[in-house]
């Protein structure tokens, strides 16, 4: 009898099940599907490309010897992403299987949209995660919940637009597809249009080289629910701004529903025309902050009850994470899967100690909740770890300043400049959030901190005498990771 892919790797799963700790099969192995069997190699779908380089490296010959008995005869086993599940959302890498496919972003002619792709990573299709129930409400986050489940009861009615603005990793995207959820939960034939602002430009300038603006027209303007993700990147862009405006009109005069996310609120977007700015606050404007320290704890639970690892990761260790990493979701999130893949491969148990060896590099970076550095950073020598305060040393040294000159209100050019790559460091080599920097540099708003790393960049760009001065800092900053 010849069996199929799906049997002959659920033979394989039902070894590997006895052999490996539970824990470890079900981070890695469970959420992976038999996608065909070519002679004697197999072919097994895994969520994304870390997991399947994981899978290949730590578990590839492991399941190949277990075939001769399990089978009766040699075989390979090579695993590689499931394209169906390549756009899946990196929260999702530890969830086994949705039983039903995810709801697509629907356009004009309610269809699946083909021309009208998602932005950041979506490509049109809403993510079954990001609906209301998973959503966890805190102090920095209760206003945009209450305003989008204000628009999700009226579509069009209250609160439009809805303009959602804050931080990267903070759950704009979440609510904004939440909304969609509840329309659609309500009346499936629902027109729904998600779409990422630099999608929106090129499917704007492919339509106008393509002579299709009709079409393009249509399938933005005739649609119940608009969602468009990263606004902020229309600066510069006076077409797009142009064929915005009207897109817009179009929704709004129709009484269907608009939400816009953003990194900033509008009035500080850039090379944004008035008339857009006038627009993105003619319904409510609400950001997102940090969560604090409840807030975190409850995420971290959220995420557990989510991904079934209520058993897994202990109270103590969920709260030792919250403690600790406090720039955004997404990071407490990463944290967690990098605290899963660690456990794993030392086949241990999660405790307190194996998440604080996990996590070294994110804790010994992390700032304190006043956005100061963590402890140990003495200043600016050879033996330092890096952190906020070792950066502010080294670029303040080079410059001639103190440290404190560079978090203090004076805006003088001698300590603007020095401030602004000090900025730009913290960004790049520690990867903090837009508003723990402004936190460490004084107490400025993460549009200031914005507006000193796109300096800081453009100065790169222009004078090859600061770009070397930077890129020597840069290094010496960067052996301190070793």
């Known amino acids: 009898m010849t069996l199929s892919a799906t049997e002959v790797w659920s033979r394989l799963l039902d070894r590997a099940r006895q052999e490996l700790p539970e824990q470890t099969f079900r981070t890695w192995l469970e959420p992976t599907e038999a996608l065909s069997l070519d002679g004697h190699t197999i072919f097994v779908g895994a969520p994304d490309q870390f997991a399947a380089d994981w899978n ?10 277990y075939a001769p008995i399990a089978l009766g005869h040699p075989l390979q086993v090579v695993f590689k992403v499931h394209e169906e599940r390549r756009e899946r959302p990196q929260m999702d890498f530890f969830v086994a299987p949705l039983p039903e496919p995810p709801k697509p972003a629907l356009g004009a002619a309610g269809a699946a949209t ?10 049109g299709v809403l993510s079954d995660r990001y609906t209301f129930d998973h959503f966890v409400i805190g102090k920095s986050n209760e206003l945009a919940a209450a305003a989008a489940q204000a628009a ?29 959820h509840a ?4 009346d499936p ?6 779409v ?13 080289q393509g002579r299709s603006m009709p079409e393009f027209r249509r399938r933005y303007r005739e649609t119940d629910l608009l969602l468009v993700d990263d606004v902020q990147f229309l600066k510069g862009k006076e077409g797009t701004q142009e064929e915005f405006f009207h897109t817009f009109n179009a929704i709004y005069e129709a009484g269907r529903q608009v939400i816009l996310t953003s990194d900033r609120p509008p009035a500080e977007i850039p090379g944004l025309e008035a008339r857009l700015v006038s627009r993105f606050e003619w319904g409510m404007v609400a950001d997102i902050a940090l969560p604090d320290f409840e807030h975190r704890v409850a995420i971290l639970r959220k995420k557990a009850e989510l991904d079934h690892l209520e058993l897994t990761i202990p109270d103590d260790v969920i709260q030792f994470i919250a403690e600790h990493i406090r720039s955004s979701v997404r990071e407490l999130e990463g944290s967690i899967i990098k605290l899963l893949a660690y456990a794993s491969l030392k086949k241990s148990d999660i405790t307190v100690d194996v998440a604080r060896e996990a996590l070294r590099d994110k804790l010994r970076s992390a700032p304190n909740e006043r956005g100061g550095a963590g402890t140990g950073a003495a200043g600016w020598s050879g033996d330092a770890a890096l952190t906020v305060a070792t950066i502010q040393s080294a670029v303040a040294r080079e410059w001639g300043v103190t440290p404190d000159g560079l978090k203090s209100k004076t805006r003088t050019k001698t300590l603007t400049v020095p401030r602004q790559v000090a900025m730009l460091f913290c960004r790049e080599l520690l990867g903090l959030q837009l508003v723990e920097i402004g936190n460490a540099f004084g107490g400025r708003d993460h549009s200031t901190v914005i ?32």
């Open 56 to 65: 290949d490296s730590k578990h590839s010959s492991l399941l190949a010897s």
């Open 114 to 123: 083909g021309g009208v792709t998602g932005g950041a990573g979506s490509r």
């Open 152 to 180: 999700a009861q009226a579509p069009g009615k209250v609160y439009n637009p809805l303009f959602i603005y804050g931080d990267t990793g903070l759950g704009k995207t979440h609510l904004m597809q939440a909304v969609a």
């Open 183 to 186: 329309i659609l939960e309500r």
């Open 189 to 194: 034939a629902k027109r729904i249009t998600f």
């Open 196 to 208: 990422g602002t630099e999608q929106f430009t090129n499917d704007y300038v492919t339509a106008v």
């Open 451 to 482: 507006h000193s790393l796109e300096r800081a960049n453009e100065s790169i760009g222009e004078d090859p005498a600061f770009a070397d001065r930077v890129k020597r800092i840069r290094s010496a900053l960067e052996a301190l990771r070793s």
